[in-house]
């Protein structure tokens, strides 16, 4: 009974050392993974930023090349403006000089007019008004003279009537020559407020395209920093996910460095306490039980007493309990490498797990499988895992070292695992 309690004093023993050494198993490994993820986050805050800055540049040169498209229409708007003013002053031109040839035309003809009218009022007052006067006296019939004086009246008619369309068609003339002018000048005005509009435009254009300049540049420096933070990121995750298996392998080692110990401090408790029991149990001795001798020295005849036996099952319990270490050993080392216990996580290739990518071949540009591919960084793809029996392949990203995330044939099962935790092996 004594030994058992010393035998679960040395256990407990064990237990307790194992626990006071595996919250220091990796302190200053954790130090290092706290600050790289620490510097982690700071880079990926200026990602964001930079991101940001990216899509306000981007929005900025997008209005401006809509700005830029609605200044090209207006000039070409106002280039077609220009040209039709161009022909319609240039129509009006044309217009102005059959106008002008028609006045002088007209002029011509006034001319003419008026001579012809002088030398009918000479013939008039030459043959005085009793030439006329006989002339119609020397009609032969009343028919003859009325038409001889109708003659005379037409004459004067005539030439009355010539006068006022002459007259008529002097104005006329001239009112079309003044709406020609007009109608000129103010084709002159719209192209001169036209071109001036086209240069104010044409300004405009020129400097909305040198923005746009600006903004590609600054876009294409911000990606290039975007580019440079990514790759900063890349390395920075790459960095954490190696020292999550430093601590994972030191963890492991740890652990085992305990369990060792514990093992070895229980097995000198219990050696000593086998030492400690045998002079008692020797003392206890009389000599009536050995026969009235009083040689104590002499000790080669003599039978262990039946409290021995606990020793016995001390000593077999002891050995029973170093196979079962050595089967956990030999257990783990049949299973593969001990990387640790892991966290363990599920996604299938639905948009809701995986976003714009949704489908299509992993990072490692195999066609995922449920049942076998499983994401995770640190480790290089084809990585073989084993876990709660099963063998999956790495041969996807999105997760640090010691977090597993096991790909699913559809999102429902996905939900069902949720967040597990579980031992984790290397198989290959």
């Known amino acids: 009974m004594m030994n058992s309690k010393k035998l679960l004093s040395a256990i407990l023993t ?58 090209n229409a207006q000039l070409e708007e106002l280039k077609n403006t220009l040209e039709q003013l161009q022909k319609d002053f240039e129509a009006k031109q044309k217009e102005l000089e059959k106008v002008q ?48 004086a109708d003659n005379i009246s037409q004459i004067s008619e005539y030439d009355r009537q010539m006068l006022k369309e002459y007259q008529e068609t002097k104005e006329k003339i001239k009112e079309k020559q003044a709406q020609v002018k007009v109608e000129q000048a103010a084709i002159e005005a719209l192209q001169e407020d036209s071109a001036e509009k086209q240069g104010e435009v044409e300004e405009i254009v020129a400097s909305t395209y040198n923005q746009i300049s600006e903004y590609a540049a600054d876009i294409h420096d911000a990606a290039s920093e975007e580019a440079a933070l990514l790759s900063k ?18 963890e492991a080692a740890a652990k085992a460095k305990a369990e060792a110990q514990a093992r070895a401090k ?72 001990y990387l640790g216990t892991f966290k363990l996580t599920a996604y299938c290739s639905c948009s809701s797990c995986c976003g714009s990518w949704s489908g299509g ?51 429902s099962q996905a939900l069902s695992f949720g967040l597990q935790y579980a031992e984790v092996y290397q198989v290959n």
Do not use: W
């Open 14 to 71: 064990g237990v307790l050392l194992i626990s006071s050494l595996l919250p220091c198993y990796a302190a200053t490994t954790q130090d290092k993974i706290n600050d790289a993820k620490a510097a982690k986050e700071r880079t990926e805050s200026s990602l964001d930023d930079t991101k940001s800055r990216i899509n306000s540049l981007q929005s900025l040169k997008n209005e401006s090349e809509a700005y830029l498209t609605e200044l």
């Open 101 to 148: 040839k028609e006045l002088a035309e007209a002029k011509k003809q006034e001319a003419k007019q008026y001579e012809d009218m002088k030398l009918r009022i000479q013939f008039m007052y030459e043959k005085s008004s009793i030439d006329y006067l006989d002339m119609l006296l020397s009609s032969d019939s009343l028919t003859d003279f009325l038409n001889q």
């Open 233 to 250: 990121i890349s390395q920075q995750e790459t960095s954490i996910n190696g020292l999550l298996k430093q601590a994972k392998d030191e």
């Open 266 to 337: 229980a097995e000198e408790e219990a050696k000593a306490t086998a030492k400690e029991e045998t002079p008692e149990q020797s003392a206890e001795v009389t000599p009536e039980d050995t026969g009235g001798s009083e040689d104590t020295g002499d000790t080669a005849d003599y039978e262990m007493p039946s409290s021995d036996a606990g020793d016995e099952e001390t000593a077999q319990e002891e050995v029973q309990e170093e196979p079962e270490s050595e089967s956990s050993e030999s257990g783990s080392s049949h299973q593969g490498t």
């Open 361 to 411: 071949p992993t990072a490692s540009g195999a066609m995922p499988s449920a049942g076998r591919t499983v994401a995770m960084g640190g480790v290089s793809f084809g990585t073989k895992l084993l876990i709660n029996g099963n063998v999956y392949t790495v041969e996807d990203r999105g997760t640090a070292y010691g977090h597993v995330d096991i790909y699913m044939g559809n999102h």
